[in-house]
């Protein structure tokens, strides 16, 4: 499939003015009928990124103030302060039709391919998969060398191919694992190459890590999402491990890793997000 | 020691005008003159509080901006969204003198004691530690029933009593651990019980883990801290543990847990910060 893509299609945003960005939450984003959260911080952050003038985000936090059906946005921004390393910028998501901020973010950007590598020190690993061309996808549709898969994925698994460890997509079949984690795949339906603005959207691309254990089901509403990018991905398919360990008074937290063909960890996420009501 | 507690002063903010807070970095909660990361975000959300009108920090990220000396300060901030459950809200944190931003914050506070606990579970324990009263305090001046140590420590720990893990001061001492890991107990030197706000200092207040690692020495600065309240604390001192798993490409990550005397997870921390160049 041929360039635009449709990540670039889905967070395109046009400057109408100082600070303003006009945009649209695109459909089959979603889950739901609610815009997912990755993708609307990547769709902000495509304007600050603008703003800032710098090409990666480094660090960037988004507060989910209400629920995002698709429609016409604006993103509204503003430099904080522009240094040497990072220029740090904040702005609201706004639905045009009643002038409604559905997020705020902020995020400090930088350019990650300039700064030398220096000591590292890496107590971890990327998951462990079977290869991603053996992976079943979680696209509805079907398609791709090796098939779909109809497992109640939602619309937003059409955009993505996103390849789950065997047995972690349980829950989807009634055979939760019992253990609050789930790792796979990440890639996009249309080959899009994964850059650091699509890796915000990875950090929340996948199901929430909770739907494998005995907790009353619902949707787990996320208050706020973090996520660091730590590298510029190799070309290739992410392979990524997400967890919860804490659920307590109504909380979980999420955390996530974003790992890229080489080896090398590209980001990592942690999110709040609430438990259902029972 | 009876209250007033040199916290509370630390972190006493007087509203001036609509979402503006005056205040003072206060002398003595710095390292090395540059006040510690967490306090400047107990100061910037004991304004904010006022704002939202919730007790209770459930959420706040700070960007830090600039180096932070003691001096007069304004919080200026505002309410994004006052919902049912968060009132969430922004602040900049503003060095009078110049008129400069230190630091940004994002913060959704609510009512934590109010919310029903509802399912549980939970994927980890405090740290194993010796008890507080045989803990050898990192205060310098001394004083308190085990005495006190003269480790090189910095001002801020005179106002705090936080008891390192045996061994994990190994690197003040010229024996590092090897580990990037640091735990140890919190508590205030003059016995303030520690709530919902003070975690937030809670949370920057260990030395960095990687100081135990054949790092590059020097210092370790915070690009951006997010802090999760996750309970509110029972009186006692508390048990915290730090660590650092990747360090890479001139980033870290440092993550926080923070329980209370009652087994409770009351915080969890996450902050990336940059590795000394070499």
Chains 1, 2 share one sequence.
């Not at 299609?9 to 815009?35: L, P, S």
């Not at 939760?176 to 890639?187: C, D, L, M, V």
């Amino acid at each position: 499939v041929p360039p635009p893509y449709e990540f670039d299609i889905a967070t395109a945003m046009t400057r109408v003015d100082e600070g303003r960005f006009a945009g649209e939450i695109h459909d089959g984003w979603d889950i739901m009928g609610n815009a997912n959260g990755g993708y609307l911080m990547a769709l902000a952050a495509s304007a600050l990124r603008e703003i800032a003038g710098r090409p990666d985000p480094v660090t960037v936090t988004a507060h989910y103030l209400a629920p995002a059906p698709a429609g016409r946005i604006e993103v509204r921004g503003e430099t904080i302060k522009s240094g040497k390393r990072f220029a740090t910028t904040t702005g609201s998501l706004v639905a045009v039709d009643g002038e409604r901020e559905l997020m705020r973010v902020v995020a400090a950007f930088g350019d990650l391919a300039s700064t030398a590598d220096g000591y590292s020190r890496m107590d971890g690993m990327p998951p462990d998969l079977p290869p991603f061309d053996d992976s079943p996808s979680r696209r509805r549709a079907g398609g791709g060398a090796t098939g779909g898969t109809s497992d109640g994925a939602p619309a937003l698994m059409d955009r993505l191919d996103v390849r789950l460890r065997p047995g972690d997509l349980g829950f989807a079949e009634g055979m939760k694992t019992g253990s609050p984690s789930i790792a796979g795949w990440f890639g996009f339906a249309d080959r899009r190459p994964v850059d650091t603005l699509a890796l915000l959207l990875v950090a929340d691309a996948f199901p929430p890590p909770v739907f494998n254990i005995e907790m009353p089901p619902g949707w787990v509403p996320t208050v706020e999402l973090t996520v660091h990018v730590r590298g510029v991905p190799a070309p290739g398919p992410l392979a990524c491990r997400f967890a919860t360990r804490f659920i307590q008074g109504g909380y979980l937290e999420e955390d996530g890793e974003v790992w890229d063909s080489s080896g090398r960890l590209v980001a990592m996420s942690r999110q709040l997000a609430l438990v259902p009501r029972t």
